[in-house]
């Protein structure tokens, strides 16, 4: 089967740096995205890796190892709008999406 | 702006009243989706269409169907929603060509079942 994991909850510091795993096992390896999602609104793209290593992006970087199943986020100089969950997707080799849960972050003063 | 819209963003309907949602989009993308999502589950894929190539996951309800009617409409009928069909529904589009497979989403529709 298709799996993807990723930690339920984390909490982090305002100004900190936090790091969101994701493990993957899919049929075929398009892609892993991640999504931002604040309550009760939609995702929102925040990053794609296709080849492995890191892509950085502002605060925001995403990391990727293919022959590991593994991928990560990290976000630097928290921000109180950060809180929000992250989710982890992998495009399968039929150009679908496979959604993780998410990772609900929550971010203390 | 270019973007993925929903109407209603909220609606709430009885049991067993059908209910229609809709999303348009203007950014001319060849792929739409509908999602299910739950309280802190991941989006539940439940259709896509490939222009008007229409594409059903195993799982999705028959209670659940879609219509495409041009490249910037979609709609998701509910035939008879019952209180386990409350959820966000997710409208989604995406180029679908190499290189393009980056969703973007709709605002989603929250529905309600009393």
């Known amino acids: 089967g298709q799996n993807i994991d990723q930690p339920t909850e984390m909490t982090a510091t305002e100004g900190a740096i936090v790091q969101i795993n994701c493990t993957y096992q899919?049929?075929?390896?398009?892609?892993l995205f991640w999504y931002q999602q604040h309550a009760g609104e939609a995702p929102t793209f925040l990053s794609y890796n296709v080849l492995d290593g890191l892509e950085e992006k502002g605060r925001f970087s995403s990391f990727l190892s293919r022959s590991k199943g593994y991928s990560y986020l990290l976000l630097k100089e928290l921000q109180m709008k950060d809180s929000a969950s992250y989710l982890c997707a992998v495009l399968d080799s039929n150009y679908q999406l496979i959604w993780g849960a998410g990772t609900k972050l929550i971010i203390k003063p | 702006d270019a973007m993925v819209i929903q109407n209603p963003r909220y609606q709430v309907t009885q049991f067993g009243k059908p209910v229609t949602l809709s999303c348009s989009q203007t950014?001319?993308?060849?792929?739409m989706y509908w999602y299910q999502q739950k309280s802190s589950q991941a989006p539940k894929l439940l259709f896509h269409?490939?222009?008007?190539?229409?594409?059903n996951e195993a799982d999705t309800p028959d209670n659940f169907q879609s219509r495409r009617p041009n490249t910037s409409f979609c709609f998701l009928d509910i035939r008879s929603p019952g209180l386990g069909d409350a959820a966000m529904y997710l409208c989604a589009t995406s180029r679908g060509t190499e290189g393009g497979h980056e969703q973007y989403f709709g605002p989603g529709t929250r529905l309600t079942v009393t």
């Open positions: 899919t049929s075929g390896f398009n892609g």
């Open positions: 950014l001319n993308h060849n792929v």
């Open positions: 269409y490939y222009d008007k190539d229409f594409n």
